[in-house]
């Protein structure tokens, strides 16, 4: 793991881990999961079933909604949310600290799924960073923002002499066959973020801001599916997010940084 400098005040509004395997029947049994909940009981005291729309399966009988059962975690403040299922773990929070807070959660929700039954290999690891940069002074024109992100995301704005309301843009990296990273980013205003889900985040009122949403994934070969251990899933999760961070820092100037409060790598 590559070690980096702290942010005081990182912009990230989410930062999201998860990762997927073959389908574990005893996972998405609520009785399965109450042992885990009994030893997190302290730091996530709420225990919440849900179910996850699917879609449509057309039967002889009818039509029929198929649903995913899961189990959440919530922490006190809900502000950080454990969800499993049969084929899932995810882990969310809006209070992102640093990078090895989450990294310890990973490893130790991991060793406990791990636990809990048999999981034949991992499918997919994917680490989110929902990033909202505001900055006061650049106010509601969306061309105050070339001194704080990169030149190479704000170009777009200067393509017409006519009043600029909005920009927003994709980009989809592939470094590896198994590994990319997209670039969600935008002057934008008002939020990027549901404020009322199961996940609480701080609401930060309808003003302008930048978004930079980096997804970095991993997803096994077509011809193999590897072992699962919380030591695999770590050091795929270290390669992203090297990756996400280099594409943060490469989104932003050194004025940026000094808004956040010192040069580093992604909410960190």
Same mark, same amino acid.
């Given at each position: 793991m590559t070690p980096t400098t702290t942010y005081p005040n990182p912009p990230v509004r989410i930062a999201a881990f998860e990762v997927r395997f073959p389908p574990v029947d005893a996972l998405a049994s609520e009785a399965a999961v109450r042992p885990l909940h009994r030893e997190l009981r302290t730091t996530f005291p709420f225990f919440e079933p849900f179910q996850v729309p699917l879609g449509l399966q057309i039967q002889p009988?009818?039509?029929?909604?198929?649903?995913?059962?899961?189990?959440?975690?919530?922490?006190?403040?809900?502000?950080?949310?454990?969800?499993?299922?049969?084929?899932?773990? $995810?882990?969310?929070?809006?209070?992102?600290?640093?990078? @090895? +807070?989450? *990294?310890?959660? &990973?490893?130790?929700?991991?060793?406990?799924?791990?636990?809990?039954?048999?999981?034949?290999?991992?499918?997919?690891?994917?680490?989110r960073y929902v990033n909202e940069i505001r900055i006061p002074q650049v106010g509601d024109d969306p061309l105050g923002w070339p001194p704080y992100i990169s030149?190479?995301?704000?170009?777009?704005?200067?393509?017409?002499?006519?009043?600029?309301? $909005?920009?927003?843009?994709?980009?989809?990296?592939?470094? @590896? +066959?198994? *590994?990319?990273? &997209?670039?969600?980013?935008?002057?934008?205003?008002?939020?990027?973020?549901?404020l009322g889900g199961p996940l609480r985040v701080p609401d930060l009122g309808d003003g302008p801001f930048f978004l930079l949403d980096i997804d970095s994934y991993w997803e096994n070969p077509p011809d193999e599916l590897p072992e699962f251990s919380p030591q695999g899933v770590v050091e795929v999760l270290d390669r992203l997010h090297n990756a996400a961070q280099d594409v943060f820092e490469a989104s932003i100037t050194d004025k940026a940084r000094g808004q956040f409060g010192a040069p580093g790598a992604i909410g960190r």
């Open positions: 009988d009818g039509v029929v909604h198929e649903v995913a059962r899961r189990v959440r975690l919530s922490s006190r403040t809900r502000r950080t949310v454990v969800s499993i299922g049969a084929d899932i773990a $995810i882990i969310e929070t809006s209070e992102y600290r640093s990078f @090895e +807070e989450l *990294r310890a959660m &990973v490893w130790d929700l991991m060793g406990r799924i791990q636990g809990l039954d048999e999981i034949l290999g991992t499918s997919r690891v994917g680490l030149e190479a995301l704000v170009a777009p704005m200067r393509l017409s002499s006519k009043p600029l309301q $909005i920009m927003q843009g994709a980009v989809v990296y592939r470094p @590896e +066959e198994t *590994r990319g990273v &997209v670039l969600r980013f935008g002057a934008l205003k008002g939020r990027s973020v549901d």
